[in-house]
């Protein structure tokens, strides 16, 4: 059975770095092809990718939060951990992360699990 | 960075069909971009329905169903069930990065 679940401080001061976890079951992250992803939605609006971190440490940053953003693994404890520095209050939203599958030869890319999300405001 | 545009809103009678759509600023929507769409009610994290244009999850109802049509992702619900009542994403791949579109409210009335 697949599981993800984020964690992290549910108020952060403006300027502050916010550091979130993504502790997972049920798959390794060594396996070749697996990822795991950090998405987020402000309250009312729409989903938005951040990152994504691969089997193989391959990192990918969404472009506009490319600066702020450090995705990093730890695979012993199945954990994925997401930090964003110099947060504002428009950086208030719910965080996700989820598990994507890459078929072999990019045959196909699945978003197939999620977390429940947690819920970051940025506020002074 | 890629702009990717869906309906606003639709409005769909129970057990009628529906097509949501899934547009790229950068031309057409191919397999290439690896289609994605999301179902998500409120207050609950979105619940994967579609990926790579046409392929269904274990959970995914069989009315719910993936294609490219005209350029575009597609998403087509038929024989609409009041449950299906919800805000649909689409999620396009760009090479590393993915972008999600702005989500569609579809209303069964």
């Known amino acids: 059975q697949v599981t993800l679940g984020e964690s992290g401080p549910a108020l952060v001061k403006p300027t502050q770095t916010l550091t979130l976890t993504c502790t997972f079951s049920?798959?390794?992250?060594?396996?070749?092809?697996?990822?795991v992803s950090w998405f987020r939605q402000p309250p009312g609006k729409a989903l938005e990718w951040l990152a994504r971190?691969?089997?193989?440490?391959?990192?990918y940053y969404t472009t506009s939060l490319r600066t702020r953003l450090t995705i990093s693994k730890d695979t012993s404890n199945n954990q994925v951990v997401l930090s964003m520095t110099n947060m504002d209050p428009v950086d208030t939203a719910t965080y996700y992360c989820?598990?994507?599958?890459?078929?072999?030869?990019?045959?196909?890319?699945?978003?197939?699990?999620w977390g429940q999300g947690t819920l970051v405001t940025v506020s002074s | 960075q890629a702009v990717v545009t869906q309906e606003p809103s639709l409005t769909v009678s129970p057990g009628g069909t529906v097509t949501l759509t899934c547009a790229a600023s950068?031309?057409?929507?191919?397999?290439?971009?690896?289609p994605n769409w999301f179902q998500q009610k409120p207050g609950q994290a979105p619940r994967p329905l579609i990926y790579?244009?046409?392929n269904k999850h274990s959970w995914t109802p069989a009315r719910f169903s993936g294609s490219l049509l005209g350029g575009k992702a597609a998403l087509t619900l038929s024989g609409v069930q009041p449950e299906d009542e919800a805000e649909y994403y689409c999620?396009?791949?760009?090479?590393?990065?993915?972008?999600f579109g702005g989500g569609t409210k579809l209303t069964v009335l």
């Open positions: 989820a598990r994507m599958q890459r078929g072999t030869s990019g045959s196909y890319f699945n978003f197939d699990y």
């Open positions: 049920g798959f390794s992250l060594t396996t070749s092809g697996m990822s």
């Open positions: 950068t031309g057409a929507v191919t397999s290439g971009h690896y």
């Open positions: 999620l396009l791949y760009y090479g590393g990065y993915w972008v």
């Open positions: 971190i691969d089997w193989d440490d391959d990192k």
């Open positions: 790579s244009t046409n």
